[in-house]
């Protein structure tokens, strides 16, 4: 049985709330429905879908990105979300896939997770910003 969508990514976190506060201003996800599980989280939405799953009240591994590289959404507002990292202390690197293809903004939320945002080659980059 081939897969058709990717459902959702999981977080681990020691601070439930700074995590799922982060999310919410830099991303625009939204706090929603969670089963009650047995111990602390939150599922963060897209819509009407569970896109980001935060576990809380585990240890969080010295390796915090662990196999896992980094989750990916995508965006709009390449120029206003650099901004809101800027405004909020966050540090970002800004790529480009070729001369011409899509923006790649990478970022780390609170505890350490590696998040990429992609946004659409049409869009005007932030005046300054990093490379790699």
Known sequence: MPVHAMDHFT???DDLDATRAFYARILGLVD???PDLGFPG???YIGERAVLHIIAGRAVPSESAGVLDHMAFGGT????TAALLEAE???YLLRRQGATGPWQ????DPSGARVEVDFDASEAPPQRHSTG
């Open 42 to 44: 939150a599922w963060l």
């Open 11 to 13: 977080v681990l976190s």
């Open 77 to 80: 507002g390449l120029r206003e």
């Open 105 to 108: 903004l990478f970022f780390h």
């Open 32 to 34: 929603g429905p969670r």
């Open 89 to 91: 202390g966050v540090e």
